[in-house]
């Protein structure tokens, strides 16, 4: 529930940005991201992991981050952001053809993404975080130190986010190594 809450602010971010309502984008932006904290923090803390949930939360990551770079294509760059699409693309079919040969196999899967995928997140989340605030401050301080300020928030948070997502690629080739491995 609190994952949907999270992954259903994203229509909304982008409506009120796309309408110059930057202060609402923003704290609808900050709604996601908490959101996305309180569910893992909430299954954890309650022992209420479940595999819908390993699964639902990355994806929701995915969808969020996704849906952002694409509205604000023209704002981002376009190499980092199709990598990063591309990452997430590999790790979600990664993710479900473990759930399904695991399942297969009766071999227990773990799906849950991994800490360098976690950290990815954050730091994708950060660079569209600083885009949005760019605007905000712009509109309301523009200042060129402003726009540098943001602008090199926003360059650290996608292109930091790269490598995090290869090692999580590689995260999921081994555990697609081990199922390979019992199926042969």
Known sequence: LI?????????????????????????????????DFLDGWWARRFK??????????PLADKAVTWSLLIALWERVPSTAAVIIISFGLFATVGRVIVLVTGKKLSIPTNVMANYA?????????????????LDLFLRYWPRLQTEDFFYTLMMIGLWG????????????????LVLYRSYA
Not at 16 to 31: C, D, E, N, Q, T
Not at 117 to 133: C, S
Not at 161 to 176: A, D, E, R, T, V
């Open 3 to 35: 994952t949907t809450v999270g992954l259903l602010t994203v229509p909304a971010i982008i409506n009120f940005h796309a309408k110059g309502m930057f202060v609402i984008a923003v704290i609808l932006m900050a709604i996601a991201w908490f959101c």
């Open 117 to 133: 995928g976690k950290i990815k997140t954050n730091f994708e989340k950060g660079g569209i975080t600083a885009l949005l605030l």
């Open 48 to 57: 209420m992991n479940s595999k819908i949930g390993d699964f639902y939360d």
């Open 161 to 176: 986010s790269i490598p995090l997502g290869f090692i999580s690629l590689l995260q999921m080739g081994k555990k697609l």
